[in-house]
């Protein structure tokens, strides 16, 4: 976010030094990740003494990943907890045995399994059919629960969700109308005076701006750009379980993959 405003020399020592911070804060991050882990129920909290679900649980799973800190004993129990929060809808809500699956929730709990290698544990067929469900029908976006209305942000959370599934079942294109999502974040949720919104008569915001645009990456480049200009209306490739352009997902990976993952820095300490 700071080399974003800086020119390109200070772009590349911004980036140094965020880099650098990461490095520096990894150990004691991970120990902090680790006291928030509720035992035994495998999932985490979202602060000290604060509610627990899967919202927390994605994020403590995604940023070690990123950073080479998911050791086993920090992803243990995390797959049985995040199976449990799946309902008989299909979809997944935000703690074990919910009454009623969230996009929201359903996006965090797919991206933790598809990180974890898991995704295949769950009930497959029927969080499919949920998530095609979500799509309107006259609209064409998505809508985040059960009779509910359709949102832009849910382009996001459902599409992204939906992209991690079509991958797994080896779709070459996502499971939804590609074209008439498109058409609703661009022509009902865009604001004419720039921004994008909730939806028509809701005004625009960052929140929704930003998992519009979201979801459109997720729908052009995980499906195919069928609606909108050519070239204006293209944006970049995210990757579905970070919500982070590919490129840097890639680059922060490989720079932390050189880095000893924590097990391995404790056991030479106690050496």
């Known amino acids: 976010i700071i080399a974003g405003t800086c020119r390109r020399q ?3 020592s911004a980036a140094a030094a965020a880099l650098e911070f990461l490095q520096d804060i990894r150990k004691p991050l991970y120990d902090w990740s680790l006291s928030l882990k509720l035992v035994p129920h495998g999932g985490f909290s979202i602060h000290a003494n604060g509610e627990w679900d899967v919202r927390a649980t994605y994020t403590i799973v995604s940023v070690a990943k990123l950073l080479n800190i998911l050791t086993p004993e920090l992803q243990e129990g995390v797959v049985e907890f995040v ?3 799946q309902t008989y ?3 997944f809500g935000g703690e074990p045995a919910s009454a009623e699956a969230h996009g929201g929730y359903t996006y965090c709990a797919v991206a933790t399994l598809e990180l974890l290698g898991a995704l295949g544990e769950c009930n497959l067929p029927a969080l499919r059919t949920w998530l095609c469900q979500r799509q309107t029908s006259f609209e064409g976006g998505f809508n985040g629960r059960c009779n509910k209305l359709v949102d832009g942000c849910y382009s996001f959370w459902q599409g992204a969700a939906l ?7 080896g779709k070459g294109e996502l499971l939804c109308n590609v074209k008439m999502l498109q058409r609703y974040i661009l022509l009902c949720a865009q604001d004419l005076n720039g921004g994008l919104r909730d939806k028509p008569s809701k005004p625009r915001d960052f929140y929704h701006s930003c998992y519009n645009l979201s979801g459109l990456s997720i729908s052009q480049h995980y499906g195919s750009l069928e609606y909108g200009h050519a ?3 293209k944006v970049a490739k995210t990757d579905p379980c970070y919500n982070i352009r590919v490129e840097r997902v890639e680059a922060i990976q490989r720079h932390f993959s050189s880095s ?3 097990e391995e820095a404790n ?5």
């Open 10 to 12: 200070q772009q590349e």
């Open 83 to 85: 199976k449990t929060c």
């Open 89 to 91: 809808e299909g979809g």
């Open 163 to 169: 992209a991690i599934v079509s991958q797994y079942f």
């Open 231 to 233: 070239s204006k209306s």
């Open 260 to 262: 000893m993952v924590i």
């Open 267 to 271: 056991d030479q300490e106690s050496k």
